[in-house]
């Protein structure tokens, strides 16, 4: 019998072979590694460096863009890389129209103002003076703007010193239902008042015709009577001839003439 002939020889010079190949691609590594956080620092140091050269304002509808930046309270004396992002953003949220701020950097030397608008949906009086509230109830300053307001007046929900957030909230809910109801028929409505027993009055914007539409969560099951009755008979015979309208009887319009008769 031939005896066996072992390999170890060979095993043990490809395993030197594997290492030198293993430590080689490990400094490859490292190399590119090194490189990398090279370029980083440099990166980062050109950076801190570079100079504001633009700001962009994004999300702006209402607000004069010079506002929003005079708001930002931005320092021109610092680079792009050394701004306070998060001071610059409790600035922008601080105006009472904005609702929520985002300021990031772009390429270019570009600072980034992204802000949410708060949008007037109504306009009340506090001790004589207007005052806008938002979809949420909040009050804004009244103001104007390259943007026309067109929203109604509510009235009703102040004590004459400041608006009730309640009652603003339920306001603002009725301005809501009647506008996604039929955005055409909100056109025709100027006033939506709220009664001290939680009753809405409605004026038209034709001659202030009074419309008795219920409480808050009334109205939404009235406004298809409503339509109706204004598409058929309102844009026909007009409202001259008419001195109210109630809508809170179950299934049918109630109308009261300048005679004093009942239709």
């Given amino acids: 019998?031939?005896?066996?002939r072992k390999q170890i020889a060979k095993k043990k010079s490809r395993n030197r072979d594997d290492s030198r190949r293993f430590a080689s691609a490990v400094s490859v590594g490292l190399l590119i590694a090194g490189a990398i956080a090279g370029l980083v620092a440099v990166a980062n140091k050109w950076m801190k460096r570079e100079p504001l050269e633009q700001i962009k304002i994004v999300g702006r509808h209402v607000l004069d863009s010079a506002e929003i930046a005079q708001k930002a309270a931005i320092p021109d004396s610092l680079p792009l890389g050394k701004l306070n992002l998060k001071e610059?953003?409790?600035n922008l949220i601080a105006h009472p129209f904005i609702t929520d701020a985002s300021v990031y950097r772009e390429e270019q030397g570009t600072l980034v103002l992204q802000i949410q608008e708060r949008a007037p949906v109504a306009v009340t009086f506090v001790g004589g003076a207007p005052v806008y509230l938002d979809s949420a109830g909040v009050t804004l300053p009244f103001r104007f703007s390259s943007a026309a307001f067109d929203v109604p007046v509510v009235g009703g929900i102040s004590n004459g010193r400041k608006v009730d957030s309640l009652?603003?909230?339920?306001a603002v809910g009725v301005v809501k239902v009647v506008r996604e109801f039929d955005p055409t028929l909100f056109q025709q409505i100027s006033e939506i008042n709220r009664e001290p027993t939680g009753q809405y009055t409605l004026l038209f914007a034709d001659g202030g015709l009074p419309i008795r539409a219920g409480t808050a969560a009334e109205i939404p099951k009235h406004l298809k009577k409503l339509d109706l009755f204004w598409r058929t008979v309102l844009l026909s015979e007009g409202t001259n001839n008419i001195q109210s309208i109630d809508l809170r009887?179950?299934?049918?319009?109630?109308v009261k003439k300048r005679t004093g008769?009942?239709?």
């Fill in 1 to 4: 019998m031939k005896a066996r």
């Fill in 88 to 90: 610059i953003e409790t």
């Fill in 167 to 170: 009652q603003g909230v339920e």
């Fill in 249 to 254: 009887w179950q299934g049918q319009v109630v």
């Fill in 261 to 263: 008769t009942n239709a």
